[in-house]
T-cell receptor, first 115, second 110 residues
Framework: GAVVSQHPSWVICKSGTSVKIECRSL??????MFWYRQFPKQSLMLMAT?????????EQGVEKDKFLINHASLTLSTLTVTSAHPEDSSFYIC???????????FGPGTRLTVT | GENVEQHPSTLSVQEGDSAVIKCTYS??????FPWYKQELGKGPQLIID?????GEKKDQRIAVTLNKTAKHFSLHITETQPEDSAVYFC?????????FGTGTSLTVIP
């Protein structure tokens, strides 16, 4: 199957700083990428959908100025958590689909801890 | 919008037994139903999927069935092994966006 990578796999940052998470499709071109947030023992919560070269579409309740998403190329999307606070600590997962394919492939996730 | 319900939330089976997880969906426009396995600290991994034009699909020990009329689909794992222990999520999609179930934590007891 298709491979999606995320970097870093875990990150610890201080409150008030910003952190960037990268999501890459390694062996296919991702026309659409998604960013999810997952709390312990819960399902995936969609944060935003991004298409290459256009602005991301954010889900209701997700602050677009706080969670900056950039889908600059067909293989890379980034999520920047700005002015992070402890409540932003979570497991962030990206996924990608290719063209008209139905299959959505997930990255391994990034554990963010804000101290 | 679409609403996906998943049952049970937890499931324990003896090694070698079968496990069945069920999901229901509400939107008749949904036509793609994947199942994901998520191990602790990792991202979800697609294990099997089914489209609305078929009723059943099998891949070795894993099978998925779909009843479009009743709007439900199920994951069947036979001859379970300890490495099958994980959280399993169903999803339904009629377009780009996926709607996920709440997950089932499966424990296979050796």
């Amino acid at each position: 199957g298709a491979v999606v990578s995320q970097h870093p796999s875990w990150v610890i940052c201080k409150s008030g700083t910003s952190v960037k998470i990268e999501c890459r499709s390694l062996d296919f071109q991702a026309t659409t990428m998604f960013w999810y947030r997952q709390f312990p023992k819960q399902s995936l919560m969609l944060m935003a959908t991004s298409n290459e070269g256009s602005k991301a579409t954010y889900e209701q309740g997700v602050e677009k100025d706080k969670f900056l998403i950039n889908h600059a190329s067909l293989t890379l999307s980034t999520l920047t958590v700005t002015s992070a606070h402890p409540e932003d600590s979570s497991f962030y997962i990206c996924s990608a689909i290719s063209g008209s394919s139905y299959e959505q492939y997930f990255g391994p996730g990034t554990r963010l801890t804000v101290t | 919008g679409e609403n996906v319900e998943q049952h049970p939330s937890t499931l324990s089976v003896q090694e070698g037994d079968s496990a069945v997880i069920k999901c229901t969906y509400s939107d008749s426009a949904s036509n793609y139903f994947p199942w994901y396995k998520q191990e602790l600290g990792k991202g979800p991994q697609l294990i099997i999927d089914i489209r609305s034009n078929v009723g059943e699909k099998k891949d070795q020990r894993i099978a998925v069935t779909l009843n479009k009329t009743a709007k439900h689909f199920s994951l069947h794992i036979t001859e379970t092994q300890p490495e099958d222990s994980a959280v399993y999520f169903c999803a339904a999609s009629g377009s780009v966006q996926f709607y996920f179930g709440t997950g089932t934590s499966l424990t296979v007891i050796p």
